[in-house]
């Protein structure tokens, strides 16, 4: 129960939402659309769902185009941000809502009906509440609801857009692990939206890097993480230093710095260039063990818990550089704001070509 | 508290409660026998079963109305809403005068009505005419937020799950709108019940046959029968409250099961 997405191209007045999008997503799998706010990824989930018609382009679910046919002959679950519940029918009758609008031909009886509702309840631990009302449920719990909801007509593909956003970290996190064990249960075929690059990266079988209406990238988690297509991607996927240089005989300046440039940009004209770093690839040490370490102070920190921040002012660099160490390596080091380090950058990105951010 | 007690007092229920004292030294027999009169029975039952059809037009049309207000975009919106109103700011004599101008069987909708038998004035259909107009913007306005207040994504729901526009609405829209729908044709009924202005000049106000509630108050006080006339007037106020109290009742019981 494959998803071939053919060109799919949408302009709505002013912009373009999607530009010439193709997509395969394999059965089974779960795929995260990634990126920005208005990148366009919750407009390829409704078009998926049918909830939009594109412009051009077409939609292959299951070996069957299904590009102009209307959400209720799709056969997809769709789960929204606002879990979009029916407030007047109680848990149950939300969830037998799907079987109770078949034609009647095709309608299970009362009782399939009413087993077929408490096996999803049981599979999303709402079982308990099979008679309340959406307005006496949480929002991790009115989203679970929506997901037995959109499970119960046995649907092609599932979409869910921005399932989480809406609860709070605590119950994100849990809901996020939970969905991921669910996944592996059922394998239904799934897509989800999100902003957060984390859930993408922890919950995503494979990760596509939505920019503009159009894929920066797609990869496993691991591969978008590590070898991240462009400065797009480097920089959505967490927290990043940025520093804008300039790239001449393999080497790439930073403020006063210089570090080697990668194989593929060795050029010898000089180009503009961006170099990334992440704040958890910078060691900071007391003394200098390397030649190329830079000279800093520690202007302020920030507790996160199991990591330490450190904002550090350096010699020759025109913006302040964050860093994130281990706990216990702040306490060994007995650091403290106003203090002098050294700073390594153990790992530098560089790509070329002026990108705003 | 103190204030809303009391200025509900000065302005509803002193008022409203010297209907009751007037009534009071008429004694038990002469009132029966005031609102027992045939010509008095009648009319209850013509203000009561008009208003109720035309409750019953408005809730429709007004359902109607007010999706297209707040469903679709189209030039002139603005001005249809403003339009719906109208029957609140007008006064109701003139909408009766209008009513009268044209649905007579000289007037153009009258004369094409009277070639298929259909009479409109002097007759009960011409109120509930008069009572659809004056009832509606009740409804429309009851709904309206109710409808504004249903997201999009609701409807987008069912449909993934499988749902036709038809079962859209009646299993999901339709129980969601229902408490307001019923809060505004009980309205325009109430109104509807009360409605004078209007009604006596499509009526004809013939005794037995086309003469409201209201009128027959009227001509009681035209004939210096002040008590005859708070009799009758006690009679509907008591069956138009009991009315607003049952709707309440009714509303509460509907919101105590999912709220």
């Known amino acids: 129960m494959g998803i071939e997405l053919q060109n799919i191209t949408k302009k709505f007045t002013g912009y373009t939402a999607l530009d010439n999008i193709s997509l395969n997503v394999a059965s089974g799998e779960l795929v995260a659309l990634l990126g920005p706010s208005g990148c366009g990824k919750t407009t390829l989930l409704r078009i998926i769902a049918g909830l939009e018609l594109p412009d051009s382009g077409k939609i292959i679910l299951d070996s069957k185009d299904t590009t102009n046919l209307p959400p209720r002959k799709k056969n997809v679950g769709f789960v929204f941000q606002h879990y979009a519940l029916f407030r007047r029918l109680t848990v149950f009758e939300n969830v037998a809502f799907g079987l109770k609008v078949l034609p009647f031909r095709e309608r299970p009886s009362r009782s399939a009906i009413q087993d077929r509702v408490e096996h999803l309840l049981k599979l999303v631990q709402m079982d308990w509440a099979i008679k309340r009302y959406p307005s006496q449920l949480s929002g991790g719990q009115r989203q679970r609801v929506a997901l037995a909801r959109a499970l119960a007509v046995n649907p092609k593909v599932l979409l869910l857009d921005e399932p989480f956003s809406a609860l709070d970290a605590k119950v994100r996190q849990e809901l996020r692990r939970w969905l991921r064990k669910l996944h592996d249960e059922i394998h239904v075929t799934s897509i989800f939206v999100t902003h957060d690059q984390e859930e993408a990266l922890e919950l995503a079988d494979r990760i596509v890097v939505i920019n503009k209406g159009r894929i920066e990238q797609q990869g496993t988690p691991q591969e978008v993480y590590d070898h991240p297509a462009n400065a797009f991607v480097y920089n959505f996927l967490g927290n990043v230093n940025v520093f804008h240089g300039r790239i001449k005989n393999g080497k790439v300046s930073l403020g006063t710095h210089h570090v080697d440039a990668p194989d593929e940009l060795k050029y010898t004209e000089e180009k503009p260039s961006q170099a990334f770093v992440r704040p958890h690839e910078i060691g900071i040490s007391r003394i200098r063990s390397n030649q190329a370490d830079l000279a800093g102070t520690i202007r302020e920190v920030r507790l996160m818990g199991g990591q330490i921040g450190l904002n550090l002012e350096c010699e020759g660099f025109e913006h302040a550089i964050d860093a994130e160490i281990p706990r216990d390596l702040y306490l060994n080091l007995q650091l403290a704001k106003g203090e002098k380090v050294f700073v390594s950058l153990n790992r530098v990105r560089v790509f070329t070509g002026d990108y705003e951010i | ?259």
Not at chain 2, 123 to 148: D, M, N, W
Not at chain 2, 163 to 192: E, V, Y
Request: charged share 10%.
């Open chain 2, 1 to 259: 508290m103190g204030y809303t007690v009391f200025y509900l007092s000065a302005i509803v229920i002193v008022p409203l409660s010297m209907i009751f004292f007037n009534t009071i030294p008429m004694g038990w027999e002469p009132f029966l026998h005031a609102v027992t009169a045939p010509r008095v029975l009648a009319s209850y039952r013509l203000s009561f079963s008009t208003a109720l059809f035309a409750a019953v037009f408005d809730a429709i049309v007004g359902l109607l109305t007010a999706w297209v207000l707040v469903r679709y975009r189209f030039p002139g919106k603005q001005f249809l809403d403003a339009l719906v109103d109208l029957p609140f700011a007008l006064p109701t004599a003139v909408a009766g005068i209008c009513f009268a101008t044209i649905y007579s069987p000289v007037g153009w909708l009258g004369q094409t009505l009277i070639k298929y038998n259909i009479e409109i004035i002097n007759s009960p259909t011409g109120i509930v005419v008069a009572l659809i107009f004056i009832g509606f913007p009740f409804v429309v306005r009851t709904i309206q937020p109710v409808l504004e207040e249903v997201e999009q994504e609701i409807e987008e729901a069912a449909q993934c799950l499988g749902a036709t526009r038809w079962q859209t609405f009646r299993k999901i829209l339709f129980p969601h709108l229902f408490p307001a729908l019923l809060t505004g044709s009980t309205l325009a009924f109430a109104r509807g019940i009360g409605e004078y202005g209007s009604v006596i000049f499509i009526a004809g106000n013939l005794p037995m046959k086309t003469e409201i509630a209201p009128l027959m108050i009227m001509s009681k006080l035209d004939q210096f029968d002040y008590q005859g006339a708070s009799a009758v007037a006690l009679v509907l106020l008591v069956i138009s409250f009991s009315m607003l109290l049952l709707l309440n009742a009714i509303q509460e019981w509907q919101q105590k099961e999912y709220r």
